[in-house]
């Protein structure tokens, strides 16, 4: 499976970003996939951010960006999405989606930066 996240840049606080993850799939179908999203700060070790499951039913969130950050998929499209609002200084990170099914796979990463 190839993971290309997309969608970071530089936002001032309190705006919005949109990352998406966009998946190639061969041996299983996209909704086969339960997808995270990860992120990883400078100096800090790589924590859970949001979670969704294959049919996009159910989603799990980090206390820290719950009802900040919303992910949704797009299954037709073999992408997931992780919608930012209300970003804080402390979001700043490289984010990563995973997708899990028998084995795990894990994007490149993209950058978000959270300014004052």
């Known amino acids: 499976v190839l993971l290309v996240e997309s969608g970071g840049g530089l936002v001032q606080t309190g705006g919005s970003l949109r990352l998406s993850c966009a998946a190639s799939t061969h041996t299983y179908t996209f909704s086969n996939y339960n997808m995270g999203w990860f992120r990883q700060a400078p100096g800090k070790e790589r924590e859970f951010v949001a979670a969704?499951?294959?049919?996009?039913?159910?989603?799990y969130y980090s206390g820290s960006v719950k009802g900040r950050f919303t992910s949704s998929r797009d299954n037709a499209k073999n992408t997931v999405y992780l919608q930012m609002n209300s970003l804080k200084l402390e979001d700043t990170a490289v984010y990563y989606c995973?997708?899990?099914?028998?084995?795990?796979?894990w994007g490149q990463g993209t950058q978000v930066t959270v300014s004052s």
């Open positions: 969704i499951s294959g049919g996009g039913a159910r989603t």
């Open positions: 995973k997708a899990t099914t028998r084995k795990t796979y």
